[in-house]
């Protein structure tokens, strides 16, 4: 066995060890079930042989009640081996499930933009289905067949050794054409689902760009690219089920040679006198008894290739190690001590693979309560700046620090329990507005909900809904516009009584009198509290909420420019570098970048006027 195999029999093993006592009661139940089946044939010799000599009606009776009896005990016994083998199997699988999803939430988002939806979707489903079935029959059938060997085999050598041994001969054969199979069903398997896996992510794009397909009429592009995954599915599937189909037969067909030996040599035996009757029938019974498991192997080794397969893909989730976790010493922030106060030292970040600096050398200083707006050409490293103030982006240590404390140093809960952060794609869950506004918190009443939606210019539009924030919005928010979705993402953000607020190109999709509008509600009326002593050091919060209120610090990343020049300064970035900094007046005093993004703002105005 070599060490992958040894490997994930540990795993499976781990699988296993929270259901000992439920595998326990399983395997023992088999082994009940294997004396008995072992005894069974010894009572039809005794049958056979007392009969031969001395016929009784009464002895026939007794004798068919108690196979009928032992056979029906039997049969109540294995069930329970499935129910508890089978149901292990199912437990495994919920678990499995779990501990995906869980360690999924963990990972960063870098992940999941090289693993694509429908991969990571197919290993949670089918991948541990397969993992259940492995867990459940080829386990109940992998004991089975060892209790048949183990109790049948000395029975039948101490009823006639050369018989025995005859009828047997074939069966090393049968693991000889095991292991030449063996690496085929495995690389097949393998195939089989990394082509699912493909059809899982068309399916799952083809679903959620839905609107392009129509509107491009790429139906028939789509309909043949899934046409040419499904028939490559086709034909790895065929060939699975063409090897499958090969070996399972020769397997049930070498262990039936043995009846055909044992009935060849046994005859010659009874008219020899070396062999009875009834122990003739017994061996005919026990060979019979070895051919369905033996038979039955083909299958638990196609569970197992399946099962290892998916053994395999599983575990590369599991073993991933997420990137950006807690030190060890990791710092508390309670979010009632956080002020806002952002300072970038020398930060630098490439993206994994590449060689050219997203973020050059950045170095700023945000004061709590201050809007700053961020302005740059597409590409310049204004998104990869935002991501990296909640820490969604790796960055080395003493690059980034907030209130004093270096980032990553800090508890990732509390440091993003202290951002509001409004992407650029503004996702909304399918469910109605107002769950996924109040999305932070679940149990808030509606009356803040709404003012949340008041705040970010979305309570009007909303009230016309006819269910309101009751209104279901669809997968993604499709039912919505985007600015819509955008201002409700926003409400979902502002919910959050978090003293930064970042806002991504968020307000993309709203006009620029709406935007200034909100950003001028920011600014004049969102707040957040902190308590400080008479040295102006933070202590623990107050129960006033009115008291001491701190204003946001407001982090505005947009290519409006008219509102961009509210903000309190302006960062202007160019690849990956901050050019300039400074007041909407200031930088329109001096030659430069902003200068001229401000022209061509006023250009397009006066062209759309």
């Known amino acids: 066995m070599d ?75 294995r069930m329970v081996s499935r129910v508890f083998l089978f149901g292990v199997g199912r437990q495994v699988e919920f678990d499995l499930k779990q501990r995906i999803f869980q360690h999924l939430l963990t990972l960063e988002p870098a992940y999941f933009a090289a693993n694509t939806a429908g991969d990571l979707i197919n290993r949670t489903t089918s991948d541990v289905d397969n993992i259940r079935r492995l867990m459940g029959f080829a386990v109940l059938s992998l004991a089975n067949t060892f209790f048949a060997y183990l109790f049948t085999l000395p029975i039948m050598l101490s009823i006639n050794v050369r018989l025995t041994l005859l009828a047997l001969m074939v069966y090393p054969l049968m693991l000889v054409l095991v292991q030449l199979f063996a690496n085929t069903l495995r690389s097949q398997q393998l195939e089989v689902q990394e082509r699912l896996s493909e059809m899982s992510d068309l399916i799952q794009e083809d679903m959620s760009g839905i609107s392009p397909i129509k509107i491009y009429a790429q139906e028939d592009n789509e309909r043949q690219a ?54 003739f029938v017994a061996l005919l019974i026990y060979v019979e008894r070895l051919v369905f498991p033996t038979a039955l192997l083909g299958f638990t080794i196609s569970a197992y290739q399946r099962g290892e397969v998916s053994i395999n893909r599983v575990e590369e989730i599991l073993q991933t190690q997420a990137q950006i976790a807690d030190e060890t010493d990791a710092i508390s922030m309670p979010l009632d001590r956080v002020t806002g106060r952002l300072v970038a030292t020398n930060l630098s970040y490439a993206y994994p693979g590449s060689d050219r600096l997203a973020l050059d050398q950045l170095n700023f200083e945000i004061q709590p309560g201050e809007m700053v707006a961020i302005v740059g050409p597409v590409g310049c490293g204004k998104s990869t700046l935002a991501n990296m103030l909640p820490r969604l982006l790796d960055l080395k240590p003493g690059q980034l620090w907030l209130d004093g404390i270096d980032i990553t140093q800090l508890k990732i809960s509390d440091l993003r329990g202290a951002i509001a952060y409004v992407p650029q794609e503004s996702f909304l869950f399918s469910t109605s507005i107002a769950n996924n506004i109040r999305y932070s918190n679940p149990e808030i009443d509606l009356g803040a909900v709404e003012g949340a939606a008041d705040r970010s210019q979305i309570r009007g539009e909303i009230l016309t809904f006819p269910q309101q924030y009751e209104t279901v919005v669809g997968e993604r928010g499709i039912t919505l516009s985007g600015g819509q979705r955008q201002r ?66 407001v982090i505005f990343i947009s290519h409006q420019m008219s509102a961009a020049a509210t903000a309190d300064r302006i960062l202007v970035m160019d690849q990956g570098r901050i050019v300039d900094l400074g007041t909407h007046d200031q930088l329109l005093s001096r030659p430069g970048l902003y200068r001229d993004l401000w022209n061509q703002h006023t250009l397009e105005t006066l062209l759309t006027a």
Do not use: C
């Open 488 to 553: 409700t993402a926003l409400a979902r953000a502002l919910l959050i009584d978090a003293p930064i607020l970042i806002l991504d190109d968020s307000l993309s999709s709203v006009d620029n009198k709406t935007a200034t509008e909100i950003l001028r509600n920011l600014t004049q009326g969102d707040v957040h509290h902190v308590q400080e002593n008479t040295q102006g050091q933070i202590q623990n919060p107050v129960n006033d909420p009115v008291k001491n209120p701190v204003k946001k610090t």
């Open 226 to 279: 899934f046409r040419k995954i499904n028939d490559r599915l086709l034909s790895v599937n065929l060939a699975f089920a063409k090897t499958r189909s090969t070996l399972f037969p020769l397997l049930g067909g070498l262990a039936s040679v043995s009846l055909l030996v044992l009935l060849w040599f046994g005859s010659d035996a009874i008219a020899l006198g070396e062999l009875s009757i009834g122990n």
């Open 3 to 77: 060490g992958s195999n040894r490997s994930n029999l540990k795993v499976l093993g781990n699988y296993l060890r929270p259901y000992w006592r439920k595998t326990s009661i399983g395997i023992g139940a088999l082994l009940i079930v294997n004396l008995l089946g072992v005894y069974i044939p010894l009572l039809i010799r005794n049958g056979v042989d007392e009969l031969q000599s001395s016929f009784s009606f009464d002895r026939v009776l007794f004798y068919a009640l108690s196979t009928m009896g032992l056979a029906s005990l039997m049969w109540v016994i």
